[in-house]
């Protein structure tokens, strides 16, 4: 199977290089839903580099019915934001912005938008919303008073994902265990991936790649509802949180790629019949996916393990203050206040009062 590489460029260093990202694309017979996925937004979360290898690696050996385009390293000014052994590539250096935060909400009004545009078929409607989409990214790019660095390349690999029937943003956390976040209408899409935990996310833009793709999506079948007509949601995007940065397991990121693949079959991207794995599944919706934050400051042991059910009073952290020593509070026990799994804690052990320590799911449920 052929596979094309081509570069996009996302923009220039101080001294003139170019910033530019590599782009392969798989090309499918035209019968099945395309496919944009990328990994490395943020520059120290690279084992969504691992799973785009194995993915690709597998895809040569499929039919492909749908176009599937892969962007890794997509954050090339991330990728080699660096001190010493540690990469830090999670925040634009300039603005002191999350790089994932960095997507354009669209501002056009959409029941305005739907109304003009009403006496289309369902096909017809759907390719002039995308083009509306991808117009405004290109009309943001073009600002005659110029764009931010992390805007530049955010709204490049959107106006990409825009063109897309499916939207895959793979990520880690600092020390996490897989989850993957699916936007509420999509429920079912989280059998077929190899991730154990699921965040259920509403209809609310919050900056990130996946809602970029979803919402104006979401919203226009709300809008079209609304006036009789059930478009549904003509586009699926999720974020795979593939464990912890900083880390390359190519065995790990193989199990991933299946998933995505089980996934790419059930939609009917690859001709061939691909199964999830066999695993129990659970989720909890957003709103009740709770952080943890330090009461005080000081060294922690993190006890609480990821991926692990916990009870509310369990242990979660202990807190050493060697500058307390003999009063009795030098070593205390953070506990636990309701039931719930932790999926990821703070990479360091030397923490501030208010640092957000775990995140934890509670009122988890079987999917």
């Not at 600002?143 to 992390?150: I, L």
């Not at 880690?172 to 699921?198: D, M, V």
């Not at 089980?262 to 695993?279: C, D, F, N, T, W």
């Not at 952080?291 to 990821?306: D, N, T």
Request: with cysteine; net charge negative; charged share 20%.
């Amino acid at each position: 199977m052929r596979v094309d590489k081509h570069e996009v460029r996302v923009g220039e260093l101080a001294a003139g290089q170019p910033l530019s990202l590599p782009v392969y694309r798989f090309k499918g017979k035209g019968a099945g839903p395309s496919v944009y996925i990328q990994a490395n937004v943020h520059g120290a979360e690279v084992q969504g580099n691992a799973v785009i290898y194995q993915l690709m690696k597998l895809l040569e050996h499929y039919e492909l019915l749908g176009d599937i385009q892969l962007v890794p390293l997509a954050n090339p000014l991330g990728i080699n934001q660096k001190s010493g052994e540690f990469t830090l590539g999670r925040f634009d250096p300039i603005t002191g912005v999350n790089w994932n935060r960095e997507y354009l909400d669209h501002g056009f009004n959409i029941e305005v938008w739907y109304q003009e545009h009403a006496h289309l078929d369902d096909k017809a409607l759907v390719m002039a919303f995308r083009a509306t989409l991808v117009e405004e990214c290109a009309r943001k790019l073009n600002n005659p008073w110029g764009v931010t660095t992390g805007h530049r390349l955010a709204v490049t690999l959107q106006s990409m994902a825009h063109r897309a029937d499916i939207v895959l943003d793979l990520h880690t956390g600092p020390k996490s265990c897989k989850h993957l976040y699916c936007p509420e209408y999509e429920r079912e899409a989280a059998q077929f991936f190899s991730i154990p935990y699921t965040l259920l996310i509403p209809n609310s833009f919050g900056g990130a790649m996946d809602e970029a793709a979803f919402v104006p999506w979401w919203t226009l079948a709300e809008v079209a509802s609304s006036h009789g007509r059930e478009l549904g949601v003509k586009i699926s995007a999720f974020t795979l949180e593939l464990g912890s940065q900083e880390r390359i397991d190519l065995n790990d990121a193989l199990e991933d790629a299946e998933g995505i693949l089980a996934y790419l079959s059930h939609r009917g991207v690859i001709a061939e019949k691909v199964l999830p794995k066999q695993m129990k599944r659970y989720g909890c919706f957003l709103k009740n996916y709770r952080k943890f934050h330090a009461p005080k400051a000081g060294m922690v042991e993190y006890l609480g393990r990821v991926g692990e059910p916990m009870k509310a009073g369990d242990a979660l952290v202990k807190l050493l203050r060697l500058d307390l020593y003999g009063t009795g509070e030098e070593l205390t026990s953070l506990r636990l206040p309701e039931d719930g799994v932790p999926i990821l804690h703070f990479a360091s052990a030397s923490v501030h009062q208010g640092t957000e320590l775990y995140k934890v799911m509670t009122r988890v449920f079987e999917l």
